[in-house]
């Protein structure tokens, strides 16, 4: 999560487009020494490129979206939050902890995460979201957003045994 602020910070200002700032290994040594304060830090920098003039309508590229894939500014910051949407879940999920978002945030994300492109891209091993899943049946609009990003709603942590 750390790395998707770093690399819309980058798009934001215009560069984007540099495979390097989308890769989780430029922060991993930051991220190992101080877990919280690299992911602060990252946080308050995607703010401040969110915050500067005429980025709605900047042109965003967004690489992990697809070969030379590029937004607008108002929809690419979008497609950020959308990301928290999921990976909120993502982390929740992991834990086997319960996620609840309001009606309205989810309402917000629903159209911006069907606006996500689809494609062969998302198989690969660095893709953020998986292929649309089909075969799911979502019962509301999260497990919708969920399967059209290529998560099961149903996915539960593997049971670890715990030694006594």
Do not use: C, K
């Given at each position: 999560?750390?790395?998707?602020?770093?690399?819309?910070?980058?798009?934001?200002?215009?560069?984007?487009?540099?495979?390097?700032?989308?890769?989780?290994?430029?922060?991993?040594?930051?991220?190992?020494?101080d877990?919280?304060?690299?992911?602060?830090?990252?946080?308050?920098?995607?703010?401040?490129?969110?915050?500067?003039?005429?980025?709605?309508?900047?042109?965003?590229?967004?690489?992990e979206?697809?070969?030379?894939?590029?937004?607008?500014?108002?929809?690419?910051?979008?497609?950020?939050?959308?990301?928290?949407?999921?990976?909120?879940?993502?982390?929740?999920?992991?834990?086997?902890?319960?996620?609840?978002?309001?009606?309205d945030?989810?309402a917000?994300?629903?159209?911006?995460?069907?606006?996500?492109?689809?494609?062969?891209?998302?198989?690969?091993?660095?893709?953020?979201?998986?292929?649309?899943?089909?075969?799911?049946?979502?019962?509301?609009d999260?497990?919708?957003?969920?399967a059209?990003?290529?998560?099961?709603?149903?996915?539960?942590?593997?049971?670890?045994?715990?030694?006594s």
């Open positions: 999560m750390t790395v998707q602020h770093h690399g819309f910070a980058a798009a934001a200002r215009g560069y984007g487009a540099d495979p390097a700032v989308w890769q989780p290994d430029t922060v991993a040594d930051a991220v190992t020494a877990p919280a304060g690299t992911y602060s830090a990252a946080a308050a920098a995607v703010i401040d490129a969110f915050a500067a003039a005429d980025v709605l309508d900047a042109a965003f590229a967004l690489p979206l697809g070969a030379g894939a590029t937004f607008p500014g108002a929809l690419a910051i979008g497609f950020h939050f959308v990301d928290y949407v999921v990976h909120g879940w993502d982390v929740a999920r992991t834990m086997d902890q319960p996620f609840e978002l309001p009606a945030v989810v917000a994300a629903l159209p911006l995460t069907f606006a996500v492109p689809d494609g062969s891209f998302r198989a690969g091993d660095s893709a953020v979201f998986g292929p649309a899943l089909s075969s799911t049946e979502p019962t509301n999260l497990d919708r957003i969920l059209y990003l290529g998560r099961s709603p149903q996915w539960q942590p593997p049971v670890v045994a715990r030694e």
